[in-house]
Structure formats: C-alpha cells, structure tokens
C-alpha cells in the first residue's frame, strides 16, 4: 500500500474517532479509560486534523492527552503510535 495512502487512512480515522471507539480501543489495548475521559479525548482529536505522523504535533497531542487522562494511558498510546508512524 502506498504509504502517503496510508498515512491519510489513519489520519482520517483519529480525525473522526468518537468517545465510543475510544473506549472500545482502550478496552482492546488493556488501557484504562473512563467515559469521561473518552469524551475529553473525542473533543482533543475529533475535527482537528493532528498529525501524528509529524513528531511535534504527535507530541503535543500526547501531552493533552495526558492532562485528561493518565500517563500510563499516554505510555501505551505512544506505542500505539509508533506502530503507524515508524
């Protein structure tokens, strides 16, 4: 698969993600997530077009994302990352 193809196939989906799908991700990769924090962290992404394959904007989004939830939570969501963007 053509990698610029890719790349927006995965942007595209964390641009639309919604609180659910957070949950179920969370649920899938062991990492802990309450509703609440699901819909802080619809609200940080949704609609935003961050992309994580660019390393400050990953970054920065990593850092909001621990300011809603826990580090831990950013610890496994990094390495989820780093699965796409290597």
């Given at each position: 698969m053509d990698v610029i193809l890719f790349q927006k196939i995965v942007l595209q989906r964390l641009n639309q993600v919604t609180a659910d799908e957070v949950l179920k991700y969370a649920k899938q990769y062991g990492i802990q997530v309450t509703r609440k924090q699901a819909l802080e962290v619809e609200k940080l992404v949704k609609g935003k077009n961050i992309n994580i394959f660019n390393e400050e904007e990953r970054n920065k989004l990593l850092k909001q994302v621990e300011a809603v939830t826990s580090k831990e939570a950013v610890q496994?969501?990094?390495?989820?990352?780093a699965q796409y963007v290597s």
């Open positions: 496994l969501l990094n390495q989820l990352f």
